[in-house]
């Protein structure tokens, strides 16, 4: 065991960091640049030039809430309705950055190093982040993390730009492969990385209650609401197998 | 207010698109999050519920872009684009949760349907 207290050297955060690098060199990283060649497709369909592309990958780092805004561009929609629906779409960064915060911040102060964490959040860090950031020593998780979140936003970035030139170009099937490579990376990173039953119900849940509440609630809110519902019926579950275990 | 009234696109309007429109509505909420998780233990409960909102809200958004796409997808049938999620989650169980195969096992269901499936 590590003690809590004990600060790292700059060597092993260096190495820490070079291992975060290395570590993000894996399958993930190819997924996100496949959906990212996309956004980088939208960026020029809309006239936008390369480089506003390349940035909105940089800053916004979600894919989602991009293709949302450069549609709305490209469709001449009303501004502030437009920033509403990106800031609704990139409401589950609440939860997903709550929820892995506790796992790189370090005691003390709030460090601006800290802030940088959170903004390189996105679906493909959380995910690997959550499996893989336990196994590392608490001092060093902030450089391990950095060093895996900046390979996969620089992969994504360059992945914009390149998209921007090449995703007009290939034929539908494959443009639609690129795109198909979200929804399967994380339906089954997320399955494959469920333990208790309440992992699998709040994926069940949100899964199976989606096509109904996509009927009834409004476009942007059923993301919260499938969220809220599916985890906290997830968590009395947990609460409920917790409880018999204990008994 | 539209995306129309900004004119053509100048260096000045495209930064602004991106940051304004697209990059302080959605960076809010990551550091909104970083001040709700200041004294949030590792192990604590709450923690547990808000991990389980964020599955659930991440299975959404898969199911959402199978059942209701845009761009490219929309062109495959919809018997590929959910026959490959499920064929691609089925492998998991046969060989020890290599995503790679389900990757690849869904992607090519997707390329089949979208070449023969209409």
């Known amino acids: ?247 | 207010m539209t995306f129309t009234d900004l004119g053509p696109v100048t260096a000045l309007t495209a930064l602004f698109v991106v940051l304004c429109i697209g990059w302080l509505p959605t960076e809010l909420w990551r550091m909104l999050a970083v001040l709700a998780a200041r004294g949030l233990d590792e192990n604590s409960e709450i923690l547990v519920w808000v991990r389980l909102v964020a599955s659930a809200l991440l299975a959404a958004v898969v199911a959402k872009i199978i059942l209701a796409p845009t761009g490219a997808i929309a062109a495959i049938p919809l018997w590929g684009r959910i026959g490959g999620v499920l064929l691609g989650l089925l492998t998991l169980r046969y060989t020890r949760k290599s995503i790679v195969v389900a990757v690849l096992t869904g992607e090519t269901v997707l390329l089949l349907a979208g070449t023969f499936g209409r």
């Open chain 1, 1 to 247: 065991m590590v003690a809590v207290s004990q600060t790292a050297s700059s060597a092993e955060k260096r190495a820490a960091y070079l291992r975060g690098l290395r570590d993000a060199v894996d399958l993930p990283v190819l997924l996100l640049m496949a959906t990212m060649t996309s956004v980088g497709g939208i960026v020029r369909d809309v006239g936008f030039p390369a480089w506003a592309g390349t940035l909105s990958t940089l800053t916004i780092w979600a894919a989602p809430a991009q293709v949302i805004l450069f549609g709305a561009v490209g469709a001449g929609a009303s501004i502030p309705a437009t920033a509403f629906a990106v800031c609704l779409s990139s409401a589950r960064f609440l939860p997903m950055t709550v929820a892995i915060m506790p796992l790189i911040r370090q005691p003390g102060p709030m460090r601006p190093l800290t802030l940088l964490a959170a903004h390189l959040v996105s679906m493909t860090t959380w995910v690997e982040g959550l499996r893989r950031l336990p196994d590392v020593p608490l001092n060093l998780r902030p450089s391990y993390f950095f060093g895996y979140a900046s390979l996969i936003i620089g992969a994504g970035s360059f992945a914009t730009h390149v998209g921007y030139y090449i995703y007009g170009e290939v034929p539908l099937v494959v443009a639609a492969m690129l795109l198909y490579t979200t929804p399967m990376f994380f339906s089954s990173a997320m399955v494959s990385a469920a333990r208790s039953r309440a992992d699998w119900l709040a994926l069940l849940f949100g899964f199976l209650i989606t096509p109904l509440v996509m009927q009834v609630v409004p476009a942007g809110f059923d993301f919260l609401f499938i969220g809220l519902v599916g985890g906290t019926l997830a968590f009395v579950v947990f609460r409920r197998d917790k409880v018999k275990v204990q008994s």
